[in-house]
């Protein structure tokens, strides 16, 4: 990877490449199923999404044109003060470089100037890679949801809290 990579928020332009990356990522783990971002019905439109709200972003790691991967936040369920760290996903051709941590901080200082006390995110067991970042960002893992996880087919939970 060059060091031509930019960390920014997306927009509409980027919304096919993104929503390309979330699919190949799940279909290539055996995770293209029911209960998880790859039928998300907002996956072809994040930029919308996530600009609807201004406690919500969406952050993309770009090399020209390309979209190399994204990570975002939002309000966790009916509860204001959690955020949930979502849609975290490099491509397969960009990842080993340190993209997902970039991705991750950037979410993490958006939610804490978002004024979150916490920051919640459902995965897979199977993910272990990204378990062992979300672990060096100082997530905890919980024994189970906050509460009703839209993603039923996530089975590992994680909390971070700010204070």
Not at 38 to 60: C, G, I, N, Q
Not at 77 to 98: F, M, N
Not at 99 to 104: D, E, I
Request: net charge negative; proline share 3%.
């Amino acid at each position: 990877m060059s060091e031509d990579i930019k960390i920014r928020r997306l927009t509409a332009a980027d919304d096919d490449q993104m929503a390309a990356i979330v699919r190949n990522s799940l279909s290539t783990v055996g995770l293209a199923i029911p209960g998880t971002a790859y039928f998300d019905p907002e996956l072809a439109h994040l930029s919308r999404y996530y600009s609807a709200d201004e406690r919500r972003t969406y952050f993309v790691a770009v090399q020209g044109q390309r979209v190399l991967g994204g990570a975002g936040i939002a309000q966790y369920s009916d509860t204001p003060q959690i955020a949930e760290l979502q849609k975290v996903y490099v491509d397969e051709i960009a990842r080993g470089h340190g993209l997902s941590k970039q991705l991750v901080a950037a979410a993490l200082a958006f939610a804490q100037h978002a004024n979150y006390d916490c920051v919640y995110l459902e995965t897979h067991h199977t993910l272990t890679a990204a378990m062992h970042v979300y672990r060096e960002f100082g997530f905890n893992p919980l024994l189970q949801p906050l509460g009703a996880a839209v993603h039923n087919a996530m089975d590992s939970f994680w909390l971070k809290c700010f204070k």
